[in-house]
């Protein structure tokens, strides 16, 4: 361990019995570049030997790199085409993305990427085709303990190099990459998962409920499995990679449980995070409350990298399951399917529904959803669900699935229902979305604005109607309505603590428009795409009834992201956190709590 990095180490320990919030003296921002061979080579022995050098996940495919003839590595070319849309394959690397246009220089059109529909096709990867860097980091840490942060965090202190943060790559907005800087790559912090009955806070002296703790790194397919094995239920989202630790709980965090059992953010019992200052910290309702509120919604890679997290364990649930797939050549199927979800959409919310609407799922003749609900019994279950499965029955085609059924525990309903109908990887996407509001459902008049409005966004996305492009069959639903608001859950008696956007507390529907992008596309191409998505999360405002969105999956360029993202009371405590724990902005990203719209490294997104 060099010198500056033992000395960083030990302030930290310093630290941690005054002030967490205590300024580090920040380097002048570097890039890669300026840093020696030795100054690596003491960071990689820090961090016993898990620096590693960043090459493009389909380098070995490509016969030129970065301009430079190399000899394509047939043997692995074949294992990243077999895996290119594999989400499990993708966490498994750093360089791995699953949109890739995020790991590519859009503003330069540079990529190296493969065919998202066939990978093993040549014409993408052959000469005169060439591989670059994109927008990948150089070199990342491969983190496995607090301390692997820590030297992280020291390093990018002493020489100013910019700084990322990855976990599993699922990230519409591109935050967890960077050119020409030092990754921290979480995804394998996976430490064994652990039941607490009973779990007491450290600093509190009461419990707050059970709990389950988990590393920043496991992904939602290994918690739902411990949750079952537990006979418990763990709120999460729909992809099994994703880290439950990671970008997801730090935006807010929503799920198909979350109308009755809340938000991710509102299960949370406990963080344990790095600080930008390289303090290991624990927060809770007990102590470190800023800390607490940011990293409960304030956004990824701002406040702290997070290491380990406690989320509540609720009990185990029965759920009602309603799974409808139509087909229909009936030019209003689609207007008829969206405007019975659109009357039925407070009703149901009211009753514990939530899960995933899919109108125009590859083409405008195609829709379905599946909602769960554990408020009702199969019986009335069936009764709510009545208008759309009459409706499905009166298309004059046989539904593909029209059923109403209960199903034991979440996990088995996940398995069922959610992980066969997994959204598709390996597609380049640029993103708009609103959070519908309950209001925008109540009369008539509102729902026929609202109707129209989701019409008009499928159409210009969809074929036959849209632009006809095949990304919209490989992608599968480029237009989703996620009624995943806790529009049922009842927050605790001192309100919400978080750092959402109050507009999560009033919404029904998260509503999402997704445009394809070309596999090889250029410069061109990467801004059409951004400012389709703008123009279509645009157009969704007035009939939302706010322009607030999930930070998450939000139009990448939202204007007015403050007042979008967190709301103009939560901006301004969060800016205030910010200028306290990391004044030098150590950690940020596009669109983030301290951005600089100005810096350099954010020259890889397109111009919009």
């Keep these: 361990m060099t010198p500056s990095n033992t000395q960083f180490l030990l302030a930290s320990v310093l630290l941690a019995s005054s002030s967490v919030l205590a300024r580090p003296t920040l380097a002048p921002r570097a890039s890669t570049a300026s840093i020696t061979s030795a100054q690596w080579s003491q960071l990689n022995q820090s961090v016993g030997g898990r620096l590693h050098a960043v090459q493009p996940l389909a ?8 301009g430079n003839i190399v000899t394509p590595n ?55 085709n060439q591989c670059y860097q994109g927008n990948l980091a150089n070199y990342y840490i491969d983190v496995r303990q607090p301390s692997d942060i820590q030297a992280g965090l020291a390093f990018a202190n002493s020489t100013g190099i910019p700084l990322t943060i990855k976990n599993s790559g699922h990230d519409y907005k591109g935050r967890s990459a960077g050119a020409r800087s030092l990754a921290l790559w979480t995804h394998n912090l996976q ?21 389950v703790t988990v590393g920043a790194g496991q992904g939602f397919k290994a918690v739902y499995e411990f949750a079952e094995a537990n006979g418990i239920t763990v709120v999460g989202g729909s992809s099994p990679t994703v880290g439950i630790s990671g970008g997801w709980i730090t935006g807010g965090g929503h799920s198909s ?89 407070n009703k149901w919310a009211e009753e514990g529904w939530g899960g995933y609407i899919v109108p125009g799922a590859m083409g ?4 379905g959803f599946v909602l769960f609900t554990p408020l009702l019994n199969l019986t009335a279950a069936r009764a709510s669900m009545q208008p759309l499965t009459d409706f499905a029955n009166s298309l004059g085609t046989v539904p593909l699935n029209n059923s109403v059924e209960t199903e034991p525990s979440f996990y088995q309903a996940y398995q069922k229902y959610l992980v066969p109908n997994e959204e598709k990887v390996g597609i380049s996407l640029a993103l708009g979305s609103r959070l519908f509001q309950k209001s925008a459902f109540e009369g ?58 109050p507009a999560w507390r009033t919404a029904t529907w998260h509503v999402i428009a997704g445009v394809g992008i070309s596999n090889q596309a250029s410069a061109a191409d990467y801004t059409a795409a951004f400012q389709k998505a703008h123009a279509l ?29 967190w709301g103009d009371a939560n901006y301004a405590r969060l800016s205030q956190i910010k200028s306290e724990v990391d004044p030098g902005n150590l950690l940020t990203c596009h669109q983030c709590i301290g951005w600089n719209a100005g810096n350099a490294r954010y020259g890889c997104y397109p111009s919009v």
């Design 444 to 501: 008539a008049a509102n729902q026929q604005a609202v109707t129209n409005t989701l019409v008009n966004v499928t159409n210009q996305l969809n074929f036959p109607t849209g632009t006809l492009n095949p990304l919209v069959f490989g992608y599968g639903a480029p237009f989703q309505i996620l009624v995943t608001a806790p529009s049922s859950y009842q927050l605790p008696a001192e309100g919400d603590t978080s750092s959402v956007t």
């Design 191 to 211: 430490q064994p998962i652990t039941l607490t009955n009973g779990f007491v806070p450290e600093g509190c002296s009461a419990s707050v409920g059970n709990g």
């Design 537 to 565: 999360a645009d157009s969704m405002t007035s009939a939302a009834g706010t322009v607030a969105a999930y930070q998450n999956e939000a139009d990448t360029f939202q204007t007015d992201y403050q007042e979008s993202f």
């Design 364 to 367: 405008s003749q195609a829709s």
């Design 74 to 128: 047939l043997a692995q070319c074949s294992a990243v085409q077999n895996g290119y849309t594999a989400d499990t394959y993708l966490a498994s690397y750093y360089s791995g993305f699953m949109n890739p246009n995020f790991a590519a220089c859009m503003s330069s059109g540079q990529s190296c990427g493969l065919d998202s529909s066939l990978p093993q096709n040549p014409l993408v990867y052959a000469p005169p």
């Design 257 to 345: 449980m979350s109308n009755t059992l809340g938000l991710g953010v509102d299960n949370v019992m406990q963080i344990k995070a790095v600080l930008p200052n390289g303090t290991l910290v624990t927060a809770n309702k007990c102590q470190n409350p800023d800390i607490w509120y940011a990293l409960r919604g304030g956004g990824g890679s701002t406040f702290g990298v997070i290491y380990e997290m406690t989320t509540r364990a609720n009990p185990g649930l029965q759920l009602q399951v309603a799974y409808i797939r139509i087909v229909s050549l009936s030019p209003t199927s689609l207007h008829d399917f969206i405007s019975l979800c659109v009357q039925n959409a």
């Design 59 to 66: 380098e070995p495919c490509y016969s030129v790199y970065n």
